[in-house]
């Protein structure tokens, strides 16, 4: 990445002043990036400090923002770090997340006495994140429900052509999906609910299926499943979609091949994460990575449920 700026030297290592007022160190003078490399190990060759901002909130800190490019370019991760003020020493992590798109650039924003605000952007994918973590405890607050039930759900199942499956709200044909089950039964009909006892992670359990204008999902203690292509998703995917189409609508999934050949997504608007599967032929170890076909398409989809059937 080519730096423009005015250049200033300070305690040994050199700064550019960039065009957002922000310091990246330069990378050949820096010792901090010495100290980064090291702790990523040799899977992550390529780091570098992208931005760095002062700030005199709890004693005087600077919060960097850490870049890590695999070796072979599969993933790249940032880290916020805080660290002292002569950009000598690592204090604490604030949070590591990995870039969902290649072009994916990190800014902050701002810092308050207890946060720090990031913008994510994307350039080729035109897409904009907004993010804060907290790198200065100043109180307790209360956890992120994932309980809440999403403005966009229904009380009847809403069918068209396709069966519209939302996953970043979790709901399907409008139903919500992460309740218990007598709620869903309710909304689609006792005669749409059928009820099976099976085996999920080597224990027996009860299974549900759900038609929802007239197609199929299974509902498992943790999860909801289907392979139906009537399923689609706003931007028009499901079952035969290739997986590249995955990662431009919800950022490069991360390839799991333990259970199941299947790529799992963190949805960026959405809570937990679902699962894409794909045809074993479909998967491979590169450097003791799973790796995937990116032009793979999906044969089946579920995702992540938290309420109890």
């Not at 197609?215 to 035969?240: H, K, M, Q």
Request: charged share 15%.
């Amino acid at each position: 990445m080519r730096l423009s700026g005015l250049a200033v030297a300070v305690t040994g290592l050199t700064f550019v002043v960039g065009p957002l007022g922000s310091l990246c160190v330069a990378q050949q003078d820096s010792a901090l990036v010495a100290r980064l490399r090291r702790l990523n190990g040799s899977m992550f060759a390529d780091v570098a400090v992208v931005q760095t901002r002062p700030t005199t909130y709890q004693g005087k800190h600077s919060i960097v923002v850490e870049r890590a490019v695999s070796t072979d370019s599969s993933a790249i991760l940032f880290t916020i770090w805080v660290v002292n003020e002569g950009m000598t020493a690592l204090e604490r992590r604030v949070k590591t997340f990995a870039a969902p798109w290649p072009d994916y650039v990190v800014r902050i924003d701002s810092v308050t006495p207890d946060s720090v605000y990031v913008t994510g952007r994307s350039a080729r994918y035109r897409r904009t994140l907004l993010r804060s973590y907290e790198w200065w405890p100043l109180g307790s607050r209360p956890p992120a429900r994932t309980d809440v039930r999403p403005s966009v759900a229904t009380a009847a199942p809403v069918c068209g052509d396709t069966v519209r499956v939302d996953l970043n709200a979790i709901t399907i044909a409008g139903i919500w999906m992460n309740q218990s089950i007598e709620p869903v039964t309710r909304e689609v009909g006792a005669a749409n609910v059928t009820v099976q006892t099976g085996s999920a992670e080597g224990h027996h359990t009860q299974m549900y299926t759900i038609k929802l204008c007239g197609r199929e999902v299974r509902r498992l203690p943790n999860s909801v499943s289907w392979s139906d292509p009537a399923f689609r998703t706003p931007e028009g995917l499901g079952i035969g979609s290739p997986l590249a189409a995955f990662d431009t609508a919800y950022g490069k999934g991360d390839a799991i091949g333990e259970e199941g050949n299947s790529v799992r997504y963190s949805p960026i608007d959405g809570e937990g994460h679902f699962f894409v599967y794909v045809a074993p032929a479909c998967y491979g170890i590169a450097g003791h990575h799973w790796i995937v076909d990116p032009n793979c398409q999906a044969v089946g989809i579920s995702f992540i449920v938290s309420a109890n059937p």
